[in-house]
Structure formats: C-alpha cells, structure tokens
C-alpha cells in the first residue's frame, strides 16, 4: 500500500520568502506523485505532478518540487510567497499501473502569508 | 469545455435520511472518482470508474453507500439511512484516456458539503 507523510500541519512564511512544503512518500515501487491546491470552499487544483519523467518538476504559480528517492522525498517549493498562495496543500500519490489510479492524500498543510 | 460539476453544493439531511450527490464529469473523461474529504483532513478515495463500471469499490465505508454511473457520464453517490459520521465534502474527480494516451491528472470539482444533524 501506498501512503504520504506531510510533515508540518500548518506553516507560515513572511511575503517574499521562500516556501517549503513537506512530502514523503511510501511505496514499494517508485509511484506516480502529485501536489494539489485547495482554496476555500473549492475543490482540489492540480499544482504540479511527478510520473517518472525529469526528477525537478515544475509547476503553475512558480511551484516546483524535485523527487527524490534516496530520501522518498517529493517537497514543494517555491523562491518568493505571494499573498494569493495562502491555501491549504496537498500530497498524493498513486500507483503506476493501468487500473490502479485512486489517489492517496496526506493530510494537507495550510500556508499561512504574513504581510 | 467546463469543468467538473456537483450538485448539490451544500446538503443538509437529518440522520436516517437517503440522500443522492450528483457528478458531471468533464466532457468525453472515461474515469471517474469520488471521495470523502472530513473536515480537516485529507481527501479519502471511495470508488472508481472507468466509463460504466465501478472498478474499485474498496473505499466505501459501509454498504449504507452507493455510487452509480450507468450510462458512463453522470455518476451519482448515494448514502442511505445518514449518519452524523458522514458528514463531510464528497469529491467528485474525473480523468481522461485518449487512444490509448493516458491522462494521469484527476480533475475535481468543487464538492458537496454533507451536514447530517
């Protein structure tokens, strides 16, 4: 079975600074892994996603992440915070077999922008 | 085209009620998926289709739900005989294959908010 650990339930960056966000990962095989955005009351927004390509995966809103699998890593990142980042974040993954598409989400980090 | 739609957005049933939450997938998206979001917590799969068959089942927590997409568009979640533990948001995603190219993102909707007093 496949599981992703967020670590950090909420964090908080000044505006300008840099945000990271915290994912590990849990699987026998390489998976398939994914950062969403939630904003109130919305649903879930594709950020960025990992299928086995290029490791440094970039995103919208200048959202990247790296994979790792030394370390089962898959962090968030972007260089400088804007106000409108303020949401709740969450990892996923998948497997990567035909039929076994269910994503599995860790329990999300809200960000927090302090003007 | 559109996104992914739900309907009700909000849902406010009294405990032992039915009620029937509604899907409209992107247009011509083979797989669809529903989940549970409680509140504070992580999205939780529930079911899967691909067009009209349920492929995976395994997350539905009781045989009190029910989820259907007969026609391979429109599916439709039901909960029979509610209960207070099933409040939550339920998520609607779906996904595409285009000849034989798959699609690995899931597109969600904004959800429906279940309150079951």
């Known amino acids: 079975a496949q599981s992703v650990t967020q670590l950090g339930s909420h964090v908080s960056v000044s505006e300008g600074a840099l945000v990271l966000l915290r994912c590990n990962y849990s699987s026998s095989v390489p998976p398939y892994l994914f950062w969403y955005v939630q904003y109130p009351n919305q649903g879930l927004q594709l950020l960025l996603k990992y299928t086995s390509a290029a490791t440094l995966v970039k995103g919208i809103n200048g959202f990247e992440a790296e994979f790792k699998k030394s370390e089962t890593s898959f962090h968030l990142t972007k260089p400088s915070a804007h106000m409108s980042d303020a949401a709740e974040y969450f990892c996923a993954v998948r497997a990567t077999n035909f039929g076994n598409e269910k994503l599995t989400f860790g329990t999300g980090t809200r960000l927090t922008i302090i003007p | 085209g559109a996104g992914v739609s739900q309907s009700p957005r909000y849902k406010v049933a009294k405990r032992g009620q039915d009620v029937a939450l509604r899907c409209d997938p992107i247009s011509g998206h083979v797989s669809l998926f529903w989940y549970q979001q409680a509140l504070g917590q992580g999205p939780e799969f529930l079911t899967y289709?691909?067009?009209?068959?349920?492929?995976?089942k395994s997350g539905l927590p009781s045989d009190r739900f029910f989820a259907e997409r007969p026609e391979g568009s429109v599916s439709t979640l039901k909960i029979q005989r509610t209960q207070q533990e099933d409040s939550a948001v339920y998520l609607c995603?779906?996904?595409?294959?285009?000849?034989?190219?798959?699609?690995?993102?899931?597109?969600f909707g904004p959800g429906t908010r279940l309150t079951v007093t």
């Open positions: 289709f691909q067009n009209e068959a349920q492929l995976d």
């Open positions: 995603a779906s996904s595409s294959l285009r000849g034989g190219r798959r699609s690995y993102e899931q597109y």
